[in-house]
């Protein structure tokens, strides 16, 4: 944390606020006595004593007001630097997890602990250990000062202290839990809240608003329900503190009285007693309160510690070989996988063998769920093989640089996202090469996608996101996307699914066409539904339940009579 807080410049922030709250804690802390000797000089008429105290005093009042404000204000800004530099690090250290980590974490959840949860962190180490810190250095120098006194009265004060401190540890240790499951309630009410409000035309349709609704106000329940209890909770720590409290001041004036009446304590030093006696347990009130604050955040903030402290992803710390240049030759040897997130279920992919020549077009086929975007997930290694080994261009693709390699591939996935930004920075996102605007026009043009682009009010200006185009749009513009990347592997995944037909006409035309371009330099490997945009592949990987089962061309697979030749049956008399 510390090293964060270094990081960002804050220390000398930090160091100035501590050490104006000392000065300004031990300040105060004379103040009393200085006060009550000053009423008893006045009331004996010691004009020296008086005119002396009321200039320490004033200095006293002074100096403590000037560094409370010092502390206020530098605690204010080392809380503001602090929460910014803790999303920023949290916010980096959840982009480069492994793909696994997403599909094990709600989006939701993590923006919570991006927003709230961060922001309840730095309080705790910007305002309650500042404010801790202030009142534990007020009670250690009100006990030196009742010890000085009376050490009777001052252990009698010091052992009602430590019950009040008992209770609390309790009371805290219960806050902790509570707060914790106020967050996780909180983080599921945001999460159901987000998936209902992004799926809302799904929802409209199937008329689901109420059971949603319930949904959402089960969460609020659960947080009301804890919040209610940890109220009754505060109630009786308050009942507890006021009881003990009020017991001071009646032992300070029976003890007192007594001491007085037998001459072993002056009138001077039973009002200085009082007063040390009320700032002693007035700082332990504040303490508990403060680390009961503290706790919660804590609680709160567990979460967040957790995941600053997760290591990023392998593929971010191995820098990994690169080529001079990435023919395509891809090989996939006895490759077996199943996703982390269901790690007891069969193998997703089971002894996948397959070689893609550099510069071929392959198709995959197969039914639906049979593994056919996961061999391409592995193949662009957002996930690991369990067994077996993928190989490009001869060299494992463990031992490559993975970011280098990314860069020399484009994919167009199954459901494009578009991204909250203009169609022009959509179709050069990723793009680490400079890039003109014709060459960004010609990507759009080859994907069939100027036409539409053209016809919006702002052109490639155009602000747009996944809401407001259509299927088959946004598939055009991650063919551009992809296009413009001018790769040396080119990965279409049912690049026609959502296209109408005759935009998948064109689309087809599209595919043809980079495909008869990059015979000669690019490897594309389609994984489609629709049959008939795979005819022309040189070949046709058919698979059936996470296994390889036929492999060959179009006529052949045909005459195999197979599971290709039944989806094509199936397909044509769908048509028909
Ligand atoms: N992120 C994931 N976590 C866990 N299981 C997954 C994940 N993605 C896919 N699966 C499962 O892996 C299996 C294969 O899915 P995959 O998407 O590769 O199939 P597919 O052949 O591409 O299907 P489709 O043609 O419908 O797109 C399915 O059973 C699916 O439920």
């Given at each position: 944390m510390w090293d964060l807080v270094e990081s960002h410049g804050s220390r000398?922030?930090?160091?100035?606020?501590?050490?104006?709250?000392?000065?300004?804690?031990?300040?105060?802390?004379?103040?009393?006595?200085?006060?009550?000797?000053?009423?008893?000089?006045?009331?004996?008429?010691?004009?020296?004593?008086?005119s002396r105290n009321s200039k320490i005093l004033?200095?006293?009042?002074?100096?403590?007001?000037?560094?409370?404000?010092?502390?206020?204000?530098?605690?204010?800004?080392?809380?503001i630097i602090l929460m910014k530099c803790l999303r920023e690090t949290l916010y980096s250290v959840l982009l480069f997890q492994d793909i696994s980590f997403f599909d094990r974490e709600a989006v939701g959840d993590l923006t919570s602990r991006l927003g709230a949860d961060c922001q309840r962190l730095s309080l705790v180490i910007a305002n309650d250990m500042s404010l801790i810190l202030r009142n534990v250095l007020q009670g250690i120098?009100?006990?030196?000062?009742?010890?000085?006194?009376?050490?009777?009265?001052?252990?009698?004060?010091?052992?009602?202290?430590?019950?009040?401190?008992?209770?609390?540890?309790?009371y805290g240790q219960y806050q902790k839990k509570a707060a914790k499951l106020v967050q996780d309630f909180t983080a599921g009410a945001n999460e159901a809240a987000q998936e209902t409000l992004s799926l809302m035309r799904t929802v409209r349709v199937y008329g689901t608003e109420r059971k949603e609704f319930g949904r959402f106000k089960?969460?609020?329940d659960k947080v009301a329900f804890v919040n209610i209890r940890e109220s009754v909770a505060y109630g009786f720590w308050c009942v507890s503190f006021s009881t003990l409290y009020r017991s001071t001041q009646i032992i300070a004036v029976v003890l007192g009285g007594i001491s007085i009446m037998s001459g072993h304590v002056s009138a001077e030093q039973l009002t200085k007693y009082v007063l040390y006696c009320e700032w002693l347990i007035y700082a332990t009130w504040r303490v508990t309160d403060n680390v009961s604050s503290m706790m919660q955040s804590v609680g709160a903030s567990e979460k967040v510690l957790q995941l600053m402290d997760l290591l990023p992803s392998d593929q971010v710390l191995s820098k990994g070989v690169k080529l001079q240049r990435v023919m395509g030759h891809i090989q996939f040897v006895n490759v077996s996988f199943r996703y982390p997130s269901r790690a007891k279920q069969i193998p997703v992919l089971d002894g996948?063998?397959?070689?893609?020549?550099?510069?071929?077009?392959?198709?995959?086929?197969?039914?639906?769920?049979?593994?056919?975007?996961?061999?391409?997930?592995?193949?662009?290694?957002?996930?690991?093989?369990?067994?077996?080994?993928?190989?490009?261009?001869?060299?494992?693709?463990?031992?490559?640089?993975?970011?280098?390699?990314?860069?020399?591939?484009?994919?167009?996935?199954?459901?494009p996202h578009i991204f909250h930004?203009?169609?022009?920075?959509?179709?050069?996102?990723?793009?680490?090469?400079?890039?003109?605007?014709?060459?960004?026009?010609?990507?759009?043009?080859?994907?069939?996608?100027?036409?539409?682009?053209?016809?919006?009010?702002?052109?490639?200006?155009?602000?747009?996101?996944?809401?407001?185009?259509?299927?088959?749009?946004?598939?055009?513009?991650?063919?551009?996307?992809?296009?413009?990347?001018?790769?040396?592997?080119?990965?279409?995944?049912?690049?026609?699914?959502?296209?109408?037909?005759?935009?998948?006409?064109?689309?087809?035309?599209?595919?043809?066409?980079?495909?008869?371009?990059?015979?000669?330099?690019?490897?594309?490997?389609?994984?489609?539904?629709?049959?008939?945009?795979?005819?022309?592949?040189?070949?046709?990987?058919?698979?059936?339940?996470?296994?390889?089962?036929?492999?060959?061309?179009?006529?052949?697979l045909l005459e195999k009579d197979g599971l290709y030749a039944k989806l094509v049956g199936a397909q044509t008399d769908t048509l028909a």
């Open positions: 000398w922030v930090i160091f100035v606020a501590f050490t104006s709250l000392i000065i300004a804690a031990l300040s105060e802390i004379s103040i009393p006595s200085i006060l009550s000797e000053s009423i008893f000089a006045a009331q004996s008429s010691d004009a020296v004593v008086f004033a200095f006293l009042c002074i100096t403590s007001g000037i560094c409370s404000g010092l502390r206020s204000g530098c605690f204010g800004i080392a809380n120098g009100a006990l030196i000062n009742l010890l000085i006194l009376s050490r009777p009265l001052a252990l009698s004060t010091l052992f009602i202290c430590c019950v009040l401190s008992m209770i609390f540890l309790l089960q969460w609020l996948i063998n397959v070689s893609v020549q550099a510069h071929e077009v392959v198709a995959i086929v197969g039914l639906s769920g049979s593994g056919k975007s996961t061999l391409v997930n592995l193949l662009l290694r957002l996930y690991e093989p369990i067994t077996g080994q993928i190989y490009i261009d001869g060299f494992p693709l463990r031992e490559l640089d993975i970011r280098w390699l990314r860069g020399k591939i484009g994919f167009v996935p199954q459901e930004m203009s169609i022009k920075s959509n179709i050069e996102y990723g793009c680490s090469r400079y890039i003109k605007k014709e060459d960004i026009e010609c990507a759009a043009k080859q994907a069939y996608a100027h036409d539409f682009i053209s016809s919006l009010p702002d052109g490639y200006e155009t602000v747009v996101d996944d809401n407001l185009l259509s299927g088959g749009q946004k598939q055009r513009i991650a063919v551009a996307r992809a296009i413009l990347r001018d790769p040396a592997i080119l990965i279409l995944d049912e690049a026609t699914s959502a296209l109408d037909s005759e935009t998948e006409h064109y689309v087809k035309g599209v595919i043809h066409a980079l495909r008869s371009d990059m015979k000669a330099k690019r490897t594309v490997i389609v994984i489609a539904h629709r049959l008939s945009t795979v005819k022309a592949a040189d070949r046709i990987v058919v698979m059936d339940v996470g296994r390889i089962t036929e492999m060959g061309n179009h006529t052949g």
